[in-house]
């Protein structure tokens, strides 16, 4: 005899996304003519030429377009911003330390959760000049560089790096003349569900040149409404 088998859902997981804008058309009875579209939303509206992918051609609730010569579609998404938060320590005195100009690389490990921008971080140099930082996946391939003229002292710097979720990602570089902690280092550093920072290729007493780092939150989005 054939018996027989159940399965039983347990649980569910539910992904709600932001509501698809509201939009009103124009037309223009010249040729070629632009005309303003509009819509609404509860998010920061973005515009785009195609359904999906592609890039922006505007944010806001209104688009001038250029001039038509035909029927033309555009698409407009809702945006809802993400978290953002800081992680890594917050200053430079969480312990010992000194600023650090080796010739090998050094850099901090981390841990990607879900996309998100490495917006900036703090660096303390010593003397002014230009700095050259890697982005490099755990397999050692670069990303991403940089070459910052980084002043004397303390600064921001702007890096604007996309994330996308991974582990073992490495940040910092070679001959950097900045601040580095041999001391008072406690990994990982965590934001929560975003980044952790868990060593560094030094060990675990040091932490590399990149404090108080700003970690902001891919949007989630809407259905483009054409």
């Given at each position: 005899?054939?018996?027989?088998?159940?399965?039983?859902q347990?649980?569910?997981?539910?992904?709600?996304?932001?509501?698809a804008?509201v939009?009103?058309?124009?037309?223009?009875?010249?040729?070629?003519?632009?005309?303003?579209?509009?819509?609404?939303?509860?998010g920061?509206?973005e515009?785009y030429?195609?359904?999906?992918?592609?890039?922006?051609?505007n944010?806001?609730?209104?688009?001038?377009?250029p001039?038509?010569?035909?029927?033309?579609t555009?698409?407009?998404?809702?945006?809802v911003?993400?978290?953002?938060?800081?992680?890594?320590?917050?200053?430079?005195?969480?312990?010992?330390?000194?600023n650090?100009?080796?010739?090998t690389?050094?850099?901090?490990?981390?841990d990607?959760?879900?996309?998100?921008?490495?917006?900036?971080?703090?660096?303390?140099?010593?003397?002014?000049?230009?700095?050259?930082?890697?982005?490099?996946?755990n397999?050692?391939?670069?990303?991403?560089?940089?070459?910052?003229?980084?002043?004397?002292g303390q600064?921001?710097?702007?890096?604007?790096?996309?994330?996308?979720?991974g582990?073992?990602y490495?940040?910092?570089?070679?001959?950097?003349?900045?601040?580095?902690?041999?001391?008072?280092?406690?990994?990982?550093?965590?934001?929560?569900?975003?980044?952790?920072i868990?060593?560094?290729?030094?060990?675990?007493?040091?932490?590399?040149y990149?404090?108080?780092?700003?970690?902001?939150?891919?949007?989630?989005?809407?259905?483009r409404?054409?």
């Amino acid at each position: 005899a054939c018996g027989t088998s159940t399965t039983t859902q347990t649980g569910y997981i539910v992904i709600n996304t932001p509501s698809a804008p509201v939009t009103t058309g124009a037309f223009d009875c010249t040729s070629p003519a632009s005309v303003t579209l509009s819509a609404t939303g509860t998010g920061t509206l973005e515009w785009y030429t195609v359904p999906t992918g592609g890039l922006s051609v505007n944010t806001g609730p209104t688009y001038v377009t250029p001039p038509l010569s035909a029927t033309t579609t555009y698409y407009v998404e809702n945006q809802v911003p993400g978290s953002s938060g800081n992680v890594g320590p917050a200053t430079n005195t969480v312990g010992t330390g000194t600023n650090h100009n080796s010739t090998t690389a050094r850099y901090n490990y981390f841990d990607v959760l879900a996309p998100c921008t490495l917006v900036n971080c703090t660096v303390y140099a010593q003397n002014a000049g230009n700095r050259t930082i890697n982005l490099w996946d755990n397999a050692g391939n670069v990303l991403q560089t940089w070459t910052l003229n980084i002043p004397n002292g303390q600064s921001v710097i702007t890096l604007n790096a996309p994330l996308t979720p991974g582990t073992q990602y490495r940040i910092g570089g070679t001959s950097m003349n900045l601040y580095r902690n041999s001391g008072g280092i406690t990994y990982p550093y965590n934001l929560s569900g975003l980044v952790n920072i868990t060593g560094s290729n030094g060990g675990s007493a040091y932490y590399y040149y990149f404090y108080n780092c700003l970690i902001v939150e891919a949007p989630c989005t809407s259905v483009r409404t054409p």
